[in-house]
């Protein structure tokens, strides 16, 4: 899955969502953050999951959404820039 401007989305990424700060915590048949989402909840999960700042969580099935933008890399693994 990637973002509109072609970047690849990873677990754990920041985003920016319509001035809302938040995180990735689940995608596509990929991964899901086991540390905050319970993975039998979340395991059908067939878009991209965000978790805002404030605790409240967003479903995004396609991340093709012009509010949507890339903030920067998160979580504990290297990717690519």
């Known amino acids: 899955m990637y973002y509109q401007s072609g970047r690849e989305l990873f677990l754990g990424d920041e985003v920016v969502y319509n001035k809302q700060r938040g995180s990735i915590v689940c995608l596509k048949g990929k991964s899901i953050d086991e540390k905050t989402l319970d993975p039998q909840e979340w395991k059908s999960c067939l878009g991209i999951l965000i978790r805002f700042e404030n605790g409240a969580l967003l479903y995004l099935g396609d991340p093709d959404d012009p509010l949507l ?11 690519p820039s």
């Open 69 to 79: 933008g890339f903030s920067k890399r998160g979580g504990s693994h290297s990717y």
